[in-house]
């Protein structure tokens, strides 16, 4: 585990073994020299049952962490009470042996391998425009219209520069010309590198032989803050029963299609809560989107009913934001090449409530429709069995008169 370099003042003034003595309570144990308590074990960690709600967690954006930061952030409030206010790193380590406790060794391992994969990459590559990887400027980036609805934050501010041409399917401009030719620079000079170098690349899925996972070139920082400050306002009005609210964690990339690269996308689901799809460019022609309704895993492969029909079109610099649920898959680019920055966004509170869950007719279309389905067959038994009652009341009058 990396830890920040920066400690705070109390941090370095004591020595490492001393601030985890404080942070499990201080209590000596015989044989240590000058009274130091050992260092915790798995045993000893423990969170509180309720959290501390008014206490004000530390930032852990920056970090090279395992987890996303804001886990650390909201699992600070649960720390016990002497360690609330120790230094960063000193909570940072006790919160990752516990999340550790429950990652499989082989996942544990492949994270090793991915962590260590990335460095490499970021040691050795020369980035071509270095605003791509720091401090992300909104007013580089984005389009005014876009800009004025995220700082407005409401849902009407963000309708009146979005359509819905299928329900669930927001399409809007977003992205400023600049940034899309920054980013084709960038990709192409990643291509070239990795064909000089001979540096073999992980793709971002099994679906795909050309593109690249931004993540792994050093993009990770930019793409938090798009998810964060400018993708959960929009998911939180528009998707809140998926976890759009909640997002804590992504996987940015860039998809190339063409001739010589990926021609299509098969009909698949996104592994996300939320996805954007945004158009870089360049020329080209084809290469349709098309929706075919949001599905659980248990409904995923169910038929396709006509209202749930939609082809889009990209548009360079414009994007759509639907559920990572939502069937759909890209028609074949006939001519040209085009490329499409994704950011898929995730939500862990969401994906632990889910499997607990077997009801999701707030947005898996079939759900919805076998929910109708029992309540139409429950209302329509009640009425059967009134208008048999009746019958039968009606006969033994009958039968008395």
Aim: with cysteine; net charge neutral.
């Amino acid at each position: 585990m990396a830890f920040d370099s920066a400690r705070t003042s109390e941090a370095s003034d004591r020595r490492p073994e001393q601030a985890i003595g404080h942070a499990n309570g201080g209590a000596l144990v015989p044989g240590l020299k000058n009274g130091a308590t050992p260092p915790p074990t798995y045993l000893t960690h423990r969170l509180r049952l309720n959290p501390n709600s008014d206490h004000r967690p530390d930032n852990y954006e920056g970090l090279d962490l395992e987890f996303s930061p804001l886990i650390f952030s909201s699992l600070e409030r649960y720390l016990p009470p002497n360690l609330l206010h120790q230094a960063r790193d000193v909570k940072l380590n006790y919160m990752s042996e516990i999340l550790l406790r429950y990652y499989p060794e082989n996942e544990r391992i492949r994270l090793q391998k991915h962590r260590e994969y990335r460095q490499k990459i970021i040691s050795n590559y020369q980035r071509l425009h270095l605003e791509l990887y720091n401090n992300m400027h909104p007013t580089n980036f984005f389009v005014p219209s876009f800009l004025k609805a995220i700082n407005e934050n409401t849902e009407q501010a963000f309708r009146n520069i979005m359509s819905e041409p299928s329900p669930g399917i927001f399409t809007f401009e977003m992205l400023q010309p600049r940034f899309c030719e920054m980013l084709l620079a960038e990709v192409e000079n990643f291509e070239k590198w990795v064909h000089e170098t001979k540096f073999r690349i992980m793709r971002p899925s099994t679906m795909n032989k050309y593109g690249a996972a931004l993540d792994d070139f050093g993009m990770r920082k930019m793409l938090e803050k798009l998810m964060e400050d400018f993708i959960r306002p929009i998911s939180k009005v528009f998707f809140p029963e998926v976890g759009g609210s909640i997002l804590d964690s992504h996987h940015g990339f860039v998809l190339e299609y063409g001739i010589d690269r990926d021609v299509d996308m098969g009909f698949h689901v996104d592994d996300s809560e939320v996805s954007l799809n945004v158009c870089v460019g360049k020329q080209f022609s084809g290469g349709e989107l098309f929706f075919r309704g949001v599905r659980c895993d248990e409904h995923v492969n169910t038929e396709t009913k006509p209202e749930e029909v939609f082809d889009y079109s990209h548009v360079p610099g414009s994007a759509v934001l639907h559920r990572g649920r939502h069937r759909h898959g890209a028609r074949a680019t006939t001519a040209g090449n085009r490329m499409n920055l994704l950011l898929w966004c995730r939500s862990s509170v969401f994906r632990e409530s889910r499997k607990y869950q077997k009801d999701f007719s707030s947005w898996c279309a079939e759900c919805k429709r076998e929910k109708k389905e029992r309540q139409r067959q429950s209302v329509a038994a009640i009425d059967m069995k009134e208008i048999t009652g009746h019958a039968e009341e009606g006969g033994a009058n009958c039968s008395l008169s």
